[in-house]
Every structure is written in structure tokens, then in C-alpha cells.
């Protein structure tokens, strides 16, 4: 089975063709008729277990683009509502005719179960799983930042990686997938990463993960980064106090008009501020640099359905992975994680 689970999984040549692929795909939102046959016959489901917006619609939108059947699952009204097992709802939904499954759940480690149960013969795409990955997000975050590095150097994107960006990553890091998976993904990418948050909010074993932590997001900016990414605080997760007030979190690793105007006086004012969304104004950003035209949130939305166009046509395409000049996704046996 061929899946995309994590970005722990991809290496820099797998990284690198699906951010190529998702060149190409980005050219039809500019066509008229933003529609390619490539998935024509091809059903995907999107199986959302939790809530969700951007990802959901975008996965939609990235499926017909591609000319695929979408079916949306929510796991409210539905029989998981009566008990129905994750098993069932599966091989219900492959018998009813699917052949990718995109699934958010709330437990870590669910889309990786799925991979590797036997359960279906569909590809499986991770659409975020507890606090543990979500890999499309990392990717679309990618792509940004090497569309911008691109520009700035007047060199087409294709082709290249992130070598010598430095991204600063703020925030709730113990209940972000998106941390985890930018950093491991940045990294392969050739990027610097640093993380920074208060320390009740850096998980255990951090200092094995390839990035740089600091507690200190002033001392972050001052090596004026090429991009700072704001997290969600994730209060939804939190089942304690892991900051003593949203002021103090706000004062200490907020992403306020002082911060602001202090990156601004660094240097050539290209840093850019970037956040998966949605944004707690007045929390972790305030409403100046949420409206700033370095804030990048808006363009991550639109390119996160470029490059899920290219996930899913990598993975359904059907093309043998020993042709070379067609782009592929490493077939990856997911195996279940905690």
C-alpha cells in the first residue's frame, strides 16, 4: 500500500517531488477551468473524526480539481455515533467504492493503524492525528517558503530545497502536529529550526529532535529569521494550566506590535510571519501582524490545495514507481504509532 503518514517518512528527493509536483498543479488555479482529468474514475473520502475547515475543504477542492468523486465523512451524525468501529466505518466506505482515504483523527497514531491494519486496500493519507503529525501541512508550509526564497533570489523554485532558511517555530509545540511535522520535514529540507515556548510547553524529548530550542522568542528574532510560525494555543487539549494567563503567555512568546516593530528594525524587513490558523488574535498574534503583508497565512491556504493536488495524484496516478520522469511518492507500510 502507498501512503503518506509522516513527514519523518519522506526523504529530501521524496520532498522535493511532491513540492515540484505541486509547482505544476498550482498553474491551474490560474486557468480558466481549474479542472485535470487526472483522477477522473478515482474516488477519495475525506474521514474527518474531528473538526476542521481548511483541511477538509481544501483536500475537496485539491480531489475535484483533480476530476475525483469526493465523499465527506463526519464522524458527528454518522453511525460512529452508535458505535460503529473504525474497522467497519472503513471497509464500509472502501466497499462503497474508495480508493484514498484522508483521515483526521483525534488519536495519535490512528492513520498509521489504519496503513498498516490490513483493514483496506485504499491509500491513506494522514490528515492530522492527535497531537502527533499532519504532513500536508508541513508540506503547503514548505512550499510557501520556497516560493518566497525563490523570489528573493530570482531563481526559479523547481528543483530547489531550503538550504540555509532559518524558521522559527513559536509556541504550544507539546500539542502541535504541525510543529512535529515541519520540523522534521524543514530539517530534511536542508532549513535550520529553531523552537521556542514556554517550557511547560516543549514535550519530553525534545532536545532529540533535529531543531535548536531556545525559551526566549526575543532571542529567536534578533537572528532575524527568514520565517517565524506561530502556533495555535491549543487550549482545547489542555486539560491544566501551562501558563500562568493568556497576558503572560502573550507577553513572553506573542507575536506582538513591539515584536513587530523590533523585526522590523533588524534589517531588510523580508522575515515573514507565517501560521497554520486559525489565529487567536491577541493571544499569540496580535491583529497588526495577523493583517501584515508578511503575514503568509492566506497564501499557505491557497497553496495547501496545490499541494494536496499533488499528493493525491502521486499516490492514485497508478504509474509504476520505476519510470523515472514520472513523479512518485515512496510506498511507506505505515506501522502504528503511540
Request: hydrophobic share 40%; net charge negative; with cysteine.
Amino acid at each position: 500500500m502507498r501512503h503518506l503518514l509522516s513527514t519523518a517518512d519522506l526523504s529530501l528527493d521524496d520532498a522535493v517531488q511532491i513540492l515540484d509536483t505541486a509547482e505544476e498543479m498550482s498553474s491551474v488555479s490560474g486557468r480558466e477551468v481549474k479542472k485535470l482529468p487526472a483522477l477522473r474514475g478515482r474516488t477519495i473520502v475525506n474521514l474527518f473524526f474531528e473538526d476542521s475547515t481548511r483541511t477538509r475543504i481544501s483536500f475537496e477542492a485539491a480531489a475535484k480539481r483533480l476530476s475525483a468523486d469526493v465523499l465527506n465523512f463526519s464522524a458527528k451524525g454518522s453511525s460512529v455515533s452508535k458505535g460503529e468501529s473504525l474497522k467497519d466505518t472503513v471497509q464500509t466506505l472502501e466497499a462503497i467504492g474508495a480508493d484514498a482515504i484522508v483521515m483526521r483523527h483525534w488519536s495519535s497514531g490512528a492513520a498509521a493503524q489504519l496503513a498498516a491494519s490490513g483493514w483496506v486496500r485504499s491509500a491513506v493519507v494522514n490528515a492530522g492525528d492527535g497531537t502527533h503529525e499532519h504532513p500536508t501541512q508541513a508540506l503547503l508550509d514548505a512550499f510557501t517558503l520556497r516560493q518566497h526564497l525563490a523570489r528573493r533570489t530570482g531563481v526559479t523554485p523547481t528543483g530547489t530545497d531550503l538550504n540555509g532558511a532559518h524558521i522559527v517555530i513559536v509556541g504550544d509545540i507539546l500539542h502541535s502536529r504541525v510543529a512535529r511535522s515541519n520540523v522534521w520535514l524543514l530539517a530534511t529540507l536542508g532549513a535550520r529550526v529553531t523552537v521556542t515556548g514556554p517550557p511547560t510547553l516543549l514535550p519530553v524529548g525534545i532536545e532529540s529532535w533535529p531543531c535548536e530550542v531556545t525559551y526566549s522568542l526575543d532571542d529567536a528574532l534578533a537572528e532575524n529569521p527568514t520565517a517565524v510560525m506561530m502556533l495555535r494555543v491549543q487550549a482545547e487539549r489542555m486539560h491544566q494550566a501551562f501558563f500562568p494567563s493568556p497576558a503572560e503567555y502573550t507577553r513572553g512568546w506573542g507575536f506582538t506590535d513591539e515584536r513587530m516593530r523590533r523585526l522590523e528594525g533588524l534589517g531588510d524587513g523580508d522575515c515573514l510571519i507565517m501560521h497554520p490558523g486559525p489565529m487567536n488574535r491577541g493571544l499569540e498574534i496580535s491583529a497588526s501582524a495577523a493583517d501584515s503583508p508578511r503575514n503568509t497565512a492566506l497564501e499557505q491556504v491557497a497553496n495547501g490545495v496545490s499541494v494536496r493536488m499533488a499528493v493525491l495524484y502521486l499516490l492514485l496516478s497508478g504509474v509504476p514507481d520505476q519510470t523515472p520522469s514520472t513523479p512518485h511518492i515512496r510506498a511507506t507500510e505505515g506501522k502504528a504509532q503511540a
